[in-house]
């Protein structure tokens, strides 16, 4: 009978600890979110936006772009006990310019295009993200890329220069980037 109460009281337990470590639902983006390594605010920006959240903070931290979103999971400086991390689901958005508050997505789940000829919030390239495959599909037929999953995109094209990392577009040329 002892036995059968401990196990249920470690099964309790356990599932009070799966409640605490449940990812938060996304932020609202205010006009004091700015990005954290650019420290510019994110509606100055076009594109795909991120937010993570850290354990033990409240607030997310900010990404004017879902690359940098990406980069901060995998730069060694940065915190690892991560909580949430949220992409703008571009199929959702309401446009490149200004793609809303609305259209947030779990960006581990979701599918990116790379190498397209779409430049992200500070004019570089950009992992574009997107909730459902398809719609990351028609995107890279559009604008060129190909489609990957989070676990899957190179850490030299998210790390490294401007330099693509897969070629499947020229220059940037055709950019929707507004200088």
Known sequence: ????????????????????????????????????????????????????????????????????????TMLPDEPKDLRGIYVTDMGKAESWENPGNAAWTDARAAFYVIGSKQRGGMGQMEAVPFAERARAEAFAKENGGQVMAFADIPRDYILGTDTPAVATHGSGHGSGHKP
Not at 23 to 34: D, F, G, K, Q, S
């Open 1 to 72: 009978m002892k036995r059968i109460l401990l196990v249920g009281l470690l099964l309790l337990g356990a599932c009070g600890d799966e409640r605490e470590a449940a990812a938060p639902p996304p932020a609202e983006m205010t006009a004091e979110a700015v990005g954290h390594y650019c420290n510019m605010a994110l509606a100055e920006h076009a594109g795909p936006k991120g937010q993570i959240f850290v354990a033990g903070k409240d607030r997310p931290v900010w990404f004017s772009s879902a690359r940098d979103t990406i980069a901060f």
